[in-house]
């Protein structure tokens, strides 16, 4: 069995603790390692890193790891550790991996990549450059509603996909008399907050590699709540957009529509769902859920306002099963890097597609800024996106 090294740089963090190293990290080595595929396995060895020595430690001892240190230098140096991952904050996430990068290390990391597409670009040219492997997490690709839907494609269900509608969100409490389900951070621009940020590189990744490759941009911002409570119940100013209405217009003709909200009550079977509208047939899919509706059993409805319609449009979508065992999604898109690592395989959801994730946010808001559509030339090599910078920080201003 082999043994491969991973420094986890952020490992108390929210994101960094619960959902890659309990579910994925921990869980791998609990399993005897990552599968290959001619049957052996490689082990993983992490060193945890952090700031706070009393919770890297209490980390470390409730996942049965013996590695931690607050000396981040120290483990990039270290040859037993030729991985490093970051699921810091974006805007620390820039400065450690140039730092991790130069070190040679491999790289894989949270998203967004970098707080602007300039910095993004930069990460991937200097990856290319020092050609150490990297990889950026796709988790929401690996969950079984959007596999169902992938399948679906892949077997030509749909016929031409002609439209996709995506309504994602939730209502986040002011703070006032019920404590909000989001840190305020979130709520503030300076900080590096506003759903636009948060939410647009999911929707490229989910986009590009399900429907196509996005052409332009239309989006509408807002900060429809101004005012909002902090974790210390006093009350601060919502500078940061907190929902964004966005019309992604596709290199082979598709239409996605993207509301993106968190002031909405929810009334659909999951926080985010995607309708796709094809010739053949349409979809309705979640994270976990995945309803049809063939076209040979869709209804002919009829248009009049003047009778009540009693006809119950739900009962005529048929649940997918799910036919398999679906592992959780970021242990899963964990298990797949490592296995491109060790066999020494590009990666296909690497930093230059992290790059194009951070490029739709920040277009989607100039788009708001400006009040119009903005187009988005392909990015499918690093000469092109570097190439695309200048333009696309002048249109920022």
Request: some cysteine; overall charge negative; charged content about 25%.
């Amino acid at each position: 069995m082999d043994t491969l090294g991973i420094i986890v740089n952020g490992a108390t963090g929210r994101m960094g603790h619960r959902q890659h190293l309990v579910r994925s990290l921990v869980a791998i080595i609990n399993q005897g390692g990552v599968p290959m595929p001619d049957g052996s396995r490689v082990q993983l060895d992490l060193v945890l890193v952090g700031r706070n020595e009393a919770k890297l430690a209490a980390a470390a001892a409730e996942n049965g790891l013996e590695n931690w240190t607050t000396d981040l230098d120290s483990v990039l140096n270290d040859p037993r550790y030729p991985v490093y991952f970051d699921p810091l904050s974006t805007s620390l996430r820039h400065d450690t991996l140039k730092r991790a990068i130069a070190a040679g290390k491999a790289i894989y990391t949270e998203k967004p990549t970098a707080e602007t597409f300039e910095q993004a670009v930069e990460l991937a040219r200097l990856a290319e450059e020092a050609k150490v492997p990297n990889g950026v997490v796709h988790d929401k690709l690996y969950l079984p509603g959007l596999l169902k839907l992938r399948r679906l494609i892949d077997d030509g269900f749909f016929g031409e996909i002609l439209s996709v509608r995506g309504e994602f969100g939730y209502w986040v409490f002011e703070g006032d008399t019920i404590p909000a389900q989001r840190p305020s951070w979130n709520y503030r621009s300076e900080d590096g907050g506003g759903i636009v940020a948060d939410m647009f590189c999911h929707w490229n990744y989910v986009i590009e590699n399900l429907f196509g490759s996005i052409s332009s941009v239309y989006a509408k911002t807002a900060t429809h709540i101004p005012t909002r409570w902090d974790e210390k119940g006093q009350a601060y100013t919502a500078t940061a957009d907190d929902a964004a209405y966005a019309i992604f217009e596709l290199a082979n003709g598709t239409i996605v529509q993207m509301n993106s909200s968190w002031d909405v009550r929810v009334n659909r079977d999951e926080l985010v769902e995607f309708q796709v509208d094809g010739t053949k047939g349409s979809a309705v899919v979640g994270l976990f859920g995945c309803k049809i509706q063939p076209r040979d059993i869709t209804p002919r409805p009829t248009w009049n306002p003047d009778i009540p319609d009693e006809h119950d449009y739900r009962a005529d979508w048929v649940e997918v099963p799910d036919n398999t065992v679906f592992d959780n999604g970021f242990k899963a898109q964990w298990e797949e890097f490592i296995r491109s690592l060790v066999l020494g395989e590009k990666y296909p959801y690497d930093l230059l597609a992290g790059a194009r994730g951070v490029r739709l946010a920040e277009t989607g808001l100039a788009s708001s800024a400006q009040g119009r559509r903005i187009e988005l030339p392909p990015l499918t090599s690093v000469d092109q996106a570097e190439a695309a910078v200048a333009p696309a920080v002048a249109k920022a201003l």
